[in-house]
Each structure stands twice: as structure tokens, then as C-alpha cells.
């Protein structure tokens, strides 16, 4: 048990790569405190699941694009658990794919909103109630590379995660550690929104290892980045795309 005694919140916990680092941190020991924005249902079943197992969670409505929702899910783990050893910063999208002769600033605020400042919020509003512990923030392969077309936006943001990862890790160590994952083709429901099908079975088809990453890669990183396994990382973002981008 990695993670046995241990506190976590994962935003964003409710699908995906969320939902999967919330099983697996737990199976690890942590409590866990997910955030979800709008429907509760694959929250309290990501929930359901983990008390099943005789683990401990609380799911969380918050908008965590404001200081009054980042305020909530923290304010309620704090009374749940007594505190916070782990942060999972997984809420983010792309929302739309937008050139930037497309978008208005709007759009731009609310991806950086989305994706950074949420990050930084989450972040601030944790540290008081953290004596030691880890930060995990998602990047994306798209802070390397650009990203795809009309991401310029996302890609922004993300590779703003990336050096954000860092600064903070220079300034909270050695008490706290901060490192970040850069996931590529994770068969998510962001590529089923937002990746052709084709451009999927064509990453499979190029990709080293001949498929797409699924959201148990990603939450086995996170949880390798979480516990004492990476005690000596710090700064880090680490690709995990498959092979497809090597930095």
C-alpha cells in the first residue's frame, strides 16, 4: 500500500484518465476526493466502486474554473480527511478546435482558464494544507508539439503546465514534489470528441507499439509520480504517447 494514510484529490476524477487514477490511487491506500462539473453520475459510481473495496472517497460538484468552486473541493476534503498529501491536477480540455484567425478572445480565456489557471488556483488553495506530499499536473504531448489543428490554444496552455511543473518544483521542494504527464492518442472520451477516427487508426498504425494508450497507462504514471517510487523526481514531464514523440 503505496499510498496507505495518504489524501488525494483528483479533479476531474469522474471519467477517464480521472476516474482511473482515483481506482488507482486508492487500491494504494489513499483517501480520495474527486471533482466533478456537471453530471454526478460517473463521480459516485468511481465513488461506489472504491468503497466496494473498502477504500475511502467523497465525489465533489465544483466549477474549478473559480476560486468559490477550487475553494468548495478543497474546503471538503479538508473536512472530510483532515488534509491533503496528493494533487492531481487532470481537469482540462480543449473545448473546441479553433485557428486562431477563428477565435475570439473568449475562447482563448476559457481554454487558459480551463487548462492553467485552474492548475495554478488548485495549486494555492492546497498549500496550506500541505506539509509534504506531491503534485501531479496533466500536460499533453500537445505542450511539446503544437498540438493538432485549431489547438493552438490548448497546446498554450499545456506547455504553460509544463514550465509551471518546473517553477513550483524549485519552489516548494523539498517539502513537496511536482512533476507532470504528457499523454498522447489515450483512448479518451477528448479524442472521441475531438480526433477524427481516421487520424486515430492512423496513430495505431504508425505508433512503436501499434496502439492507442489507455487510461490505466496514464494512472499507473500518476501514481508512480505520487508515491515514494519517484522520490528523487522532481521537474519532470514525462512523454507517455506510445513512442511517437521522443523529448
Given at each position: 500500500?503505496?499510498?496507505n494514510?495518504?489524501?488525494?484529490?483528483?479533479?476531474?476524477?469522474?471519467?477517464?484518465?480521472?476516474?482511473?487514477a482515483?481506482r488507482?490511487l486508492?487500491?494504494?491506500?489513499?483517501?480520495?476526493?474527486?471533482?466533478?462539473?456537471?453530471s454526478s453520475k460517473?463521480a459516485d459510481a468511481?465513488?461506489?466502486?472504491?468503497?466496494?473495496?473498502?477504500?475511502?472517497?467523497?465525489?465533489?460538484?465544483?466549477?474549478?474554473?473559480?476560486q468559490?468552486?477550487v475553494?468548495?473541493?478543497?474546503?471538503a476534503?479538508?473536512?472530510?480527511?483532515?488534509g491533503?498529501?496528493?494533487?492531481?491536477?487532470?481537469a482540462?480540455g480543449?473545448?473546441?478546435?479553433?485557428?486562431?484567425?477563428?477565435?475570439?478572445?473568449?475562447?482563448?480565456?476559457?481554454?487558459?482558464t480551463?487548462n492553467?489557471?485552474?492548475?495554478?488556483?488548485m495549486?494555492?488553495a492546497?498549500?496550506?494544507?500541505?506539509k509534504?506530499?506531491?503534485?501531479?499536473n496533466?500536460?499533453?504531448?500537445?505542450?511539446?508539439d503544437?498540438?493538432?489543428?485549431?489547438?493552438?490554444a490548448?497546446?498554450t496552455?499545456?506547455?504553460?503546465v509544463m514550465?509551471m511543473?518546473r517553477?513550483l518544483?524549485?519552489?516548494?521542494?523539498?517539502?513537496?514534489?511536482?512533476?507532470?504527464?504528457?499523454?498522447?492518442?489515450?483512448?479518451t472520451?477528448?479524442?472521441?470528441?475531438?480526433?477524427?477516427?481516421?487520424?486515430?487508426?492512423?496513430?495505431?498504425?504508425?505508433?512503436?507499439v501499434?496502439?492507442q494508450?489507455?487510461?490505466d497507462?496514464?494512472?499507473?504514471?500518476?501514481l508512480?509520480?505520487a508515491?515514494?517510487?519517484?522520490?528523487?523526481?522532481t521537474?519532470?514531464?514525462?512523454?507517455?504517447n506510445?513512442?511517437m514523440?521522443?523529448?
Open positions: 500500500m503505496k499510498l494514510g495518504k489524501t488525494a484529490i483528483i479533479t476531474g476524477g469522474g471519467r477517464d484518465i480521472g476516474a482511473a482515483a488507482k486508492a487500491s494504494e491506500g489513499a483517501q480520495v476526493a474527486i471533482s466533478y462539473f456537471e460517473g468511481v465513488v461506489a466502486e472504491i468503497e466496494r473495496a473498502g477504500g475511502k472517497a467523497i465525489a465533489v460538484q465544483a466549477d474549478l474554473n473559480t468559490e468552486g475553494d468548495k473541493l478543497v474546503g476534503t479538508v473536512d472530510a480527511f483532515g491533503v498529501d496528493i494533487l492531481v491536477n487532470n482540462g480543449l473545448i473546441a478546435r479553433k485557428t486562431i484567425a477563428e477565435m475570439d478572445l473568449a475562447h482563448w480565456n476559457n481554454v487558459m480551463l492553467l489557471t485552474s492548475t495554478f488556483m495549486t494555492k492546497c498549500l496550506p494544507h500541505m509534504s506530499g506531491a503534485i501531479v496533466l500536460a499533453s504531448q500537445a505542450g511539446r503544437g498540438g493538432g489543428p485549431g489547438a493552438v490548448y497546446a496552455s499545456k506547455g504553460a514550465t511543473t517553477g518544483a524549485k519552489e516548494l521542494g523539498p517539502d513537496i514534489r511536482v512533476n507532470a504527464l504528457c499523454p498522447g492518442m489515450i483512448d472520451d477528448f479524442h472521441n470528441i475531438h480526433t477524427p477516427d481516421a487520424g486515430r487508426r492512423g496513430f495505431e498504425a504508425n505508433a512503436p501499434k496502439r494508450g489507455h487510461v497507462d496514464a494512472a499507473n504514471l500518476v508512480f509520480l508515491c515514494d517510487d519517484s522520490a528523487f523526481m521537474g519532470t514531464n514525462i512523454d507517455i506510445g513512442g514523440l521522443f523529448s
